[in-house]
DNA sequence: TTGTACGCGTTATCAG
DNA sequence: CTGATAACGCGTACAA
C-alpha cells in the first residue's frame, strides 16, 4: 500500500493536521517541524492522493477562460471545446466557464479581471493582447491566489509562464516554407493579409515567414501586410488595390486566425490557376475551402488540445505539482485537402 | 449542490446499497426497484461523483499497453509517453504499464493476452497485427471484463470500437499529395520502401498514396512496395537493386514507422538534387533528418495523444461514460524542418 | 504551535 | 433481495 498522510504523521512524529499543514504550505508550523515532516516524506516516500485531496477540498476547481468578446470562427471552435470539457468535466469536480474580455478598451478589460476573485475561479486562462494594463491585473490575481495561464493569444510571458499556444514565428516560418514549395520554380509576389499588425501574433508570423523566404527564395517577394480589420468592404478594398497594383501575385497568405471573411472576398476576384493560398487555423470556412481547393495548406493549432491543456496546467499548478513539458507542447500543425 | 447518493436514495425510497447496485449494474435487485432508481436519477438529475467513486474503489485503474516486443525508435517513443503518463497518473490512481507480445508467434502472442486477468488490469491497449488468435484472444479479454482497445496498429474493429490511432489511407494520401506538390512539375518514379506489406497499416497507407498519384498526377509512376523486413542488409540490397532498375527516380517514400535503417542506408546512395523524400513518425532520426534537409516532410501521430487518448477511453469505458469522439480524433501531423 | 474529530460521496461488507 | 454501517485518504473547523 502507498503511504498515508496517518502513515506519514506517525513517521514524522506529528498530528495529522500538522502534516496537512506542511504539505499545503499553511503558516503556523515551527520550521524544525517542517523539516521534519519533509525529512518522513522523503523516508517513507509519500504522495499525496489528489482524488482524495480533492474530494475532500469539497468544491472541485473552477477555470476560466477570457476571451475577447469579438470574434469569428476560429473563437467559437475554442467555445465549443471549452463547453464540451466543462461538460465532461463535471464528473471530475472540474468547470470550465467563459468570461468576456472586452477587446477594444483595455482598461475595461483589466477591470473585469481585477473583479475576479479566488472565491470564484481557481485558474483563469487568458487570450488578450499584451497591454500595460491586462500585464498589471494578471500579476494582482496571481497575488490574490488565482492561477493565470496566458492562452493562444501570445503575450510575452511574465517569468517563465508555461505558454499555452503555439510559436507564432515557427507557424510564419512553417506557411513560407510551404508557401515556397507549392509554388516549385514560380516566381513572383506574395500578398499577406491580416486582421491587424497591432497583434503580437502577427508581427511574430510575418517575422518566421519573411525569414524562410528571404534566405531560401530569392525569386519571391513578401509585400508589405496589408490589414484587414476584420471588415469585409475593407478586406475587399485592400485586396482590390493590391492586385491592381502588382500584377505578378503567386501567393496569398491570410496570416491571421479568423479567415473567413477574406476567403468569402476572395472568391469575386479571379483565380488564377497556379496561384497558392495558405490560412491559418482550422474552421468551417477553411476545412470548406480546403475541400474545395480554393486554398493549399491551413497552419492550426487544435482547440481542443488547447483547451485540455490550459486545464492540465492550472490544476496541476493549484496543486502545486509540475506539468510534463513535452506533453504540452501544442503542436502546428499542417492541414492539406487529405488530412483535414 | 449536486444531488448524491444520498439524495437520490431518499428519492427512490431505496437504500445507499441498493442505489450503488443499480449504479453499477450488480445484480440481485428486483426489476421494480431497478426502475425506481433510474426514475429517481432522471426525475433528480443525479450525476455520479466520479472523484469520490475511485476513491471509494480502492483500487484506481490499472492500464496495460501491449506492445510488440520488438521495435524501434517508434515503439521507444510511446514506451517513453506511457511511463511519463504512469508517472504523472500515481497521484490520480491511474497505473499504466507495458505488457510485450511475441510478435512472431500470434499464439505466443494470444497465450499472453489470455493469461491477463481482470484483477491485474482494467484495460488494455493492444497495438497487433490483426490475426485470429489476437482478435479471439480480445474477444474473451472483454468477456472476463477487461476492457480492450486498438492502439495504434489499425486491427479492423470489432463492433464499433473506438480505434486509438490514425486513419492510415488518408495518411498515405497525405504523403502523396506532399510528394506530388512537392515535386512540382517534375515526372518520374516514385520507390516506396515498408518493413512488411503484411502489415494492414502499410496496405492502407499505399492505397491512399496511390489513389492521390494516379488520379491526379499522371506523369508520376508508383514502384511496387520494397519490403526491409527491418533489415539493413536487405534494405540496402532492395534499394540497390531498385536505384539500378529505374533511372528516374524522382520521389523516396518510407512506408513505415520506423525510418531509422533505411535513412542511414541512404545516405551511402548518391543524393540528387530535387529528390523528395517523405517518412513517417517523427523519432530522432526522422527528426534530425529532417533538419538536415535529408528528408522533406514526415507524416505522424503524437505519441503522447496516443497514448493519454487511450487511456481516457479505457478509464470512460470503465466508468461506462461515453468520450467525446471528437476530443478523440488522432490527427494526422505534417512536420517539415520548420514545425518540429 | 499542535491535535481531535468529523465530513466529503462512493463502494464494500456484513447482517437481515 | 435489501439495508445499515464502516472504510477510503485527505481537508478543515475548532479545541487545546
Redesign the interface.
Known sequence: MRPTTKDLAKAAGVSLATVDRVLNGRAGVRKKTVDAVYEAIERIGF??????A??ARQR?YRFGFALPRHGDEFLEEILK?IH?MDR?G????LQADVIRLDDQDPHRAARTLSRLSPEDYDGIAIMAPETPQIRDALVRMQERGIQTVPFVSNQKRLDDQTFVGIDNK??G??A???MA??L??RGGAILVLTESMQSRDSLERRL?FDS?ITRDYPALRVLPTLESHADPLRTAQVLRNAFAAHGDIAGLYLMGPEARIPLEVLRSFPFPPGRVTIAHERTPSTEQALRDGEI?AV?SQ?P??LV?SAMRIMRARC?N?ST?A??ERI?????????I
Open positions: 504522495e499525496r492522493n489528489q482524488v482524495a480533492t474530494l472541485g471545446r464540451e465532461a463535471r464528473a471530475e469536480m515557427a507557424a516560418a512553417t513560407g516554407r510551404l514549395r507549392f516549385g520554380q518566421g524562410v493549399d497552419i487544435d481542443g488540445h485540455r496543486e505539482r510534463l513535452s506533453q503542436r502546428i500543425e499542417v492541414l492539406i485537402a487529405e488530412n
